[in-house]
Antibody, heavy 124, light 108 residues
């Protein structure tokens, strides 16, 4: 059974870096038929896609414009997991963060598997 | 940027049919995906590529997409279907994933 298990701190201070890990079981971060995403959800912003990493002969990353300058998503093939780093956080970054697997065609992609979610609060 | 709009709430009696719309400019030209989210849980994919159901999702869940509206239809609604439902598209012109604001389905 394919699962995504998230971990990371629930409290981050303003201006610091938010770091989360998503461990993949039952699939591979290097899969040629999947991509690995981070999505967050807050009452003010709803569901917001943040970015993804995927392998298609080489590694690729896509990021949402809203976080592109602050965000890094990296795969770790040795541990079959991937990471989120969001720099210079503010209280606006307070949200439940999800990792998710996507499937895609030439014209679209959708999220068929989600992690359990991690509530991250940005506060001093 | 592309915007999709959902009504905040839909109510339906048990055993009846619920229809949850997702509106967007010429959304029929895009592929729409739907998620169910119960309180305290992660979203679950219930419809992808407008009309396809993942394995394990009951046949009572179906989707359609034409013109400016995509619709998630839940037939023979059960109490366990009470949840928030979100539509999602990929706006290729902006390379951007877009989620609707969600519709809370209440089973009366």
């Amino acid at each position: 059974q394919v699962q995504l298990q998230q971990s990371g701190p629930g409290l981050v201070k303003p201006s610091q870096t938010l770091s989360l890990t998503c461990v993949i079981s039952g699939d591979s971060v290097s899969s040629n038929s999947a991509a690995w995403n981070w999505i967050r959800q807050s009452p003010s912003r709803g569901l917001e896609w943040l970015g993804r990493t995927y392998y298609r002969s080489k590694w690729h990353n896509d990021y949402a414009v809203s976080v592109k300058t602050r965000m890094t998503i990296n795969p770790d093939t040795s541990k079959n997991q991937f990471y989120l780093q969001l720099k210079s956080v503010t209280p606006e970054d307070t949200a439940v963060y999800y990792c998710a697997r996507d499937r895609e065609t030439a014209t679209t992609f959708w999220f068929d598997l989600w992690g359990q979610g991690t509530l991250v609060t940005v506060s001093s | 940027s592309y915007v999709v709009t959902q009504p905040p709430s839909v109510s339906v009696a048990p055993g009846k049919t619920a229809r949850i719309p997702c509106g967007g400019n010429n959304i029929g030209s895009k592929n729409v995906h739907w998620y169910q989210q119960k309180p305290g849980q992660a979203p679950v994919l219930v419809i992808y590529y407008d009309t396809d159901r993942p394995s394990g999702i009951p046949e009572r869940f179906s989707g359609s997409n034409s013109g400016n509206t995509a619709t998630l239809t839940i037939s023979r609604v059960e109490a366990g279907d009470e949840a928030d439902y979100y539509c999602q598209v990929w706006a290729s012109n902006s390379d951007h994933v877009v989620f609707g604001g969600g519709t809370k389905l209440t089973v009366l």
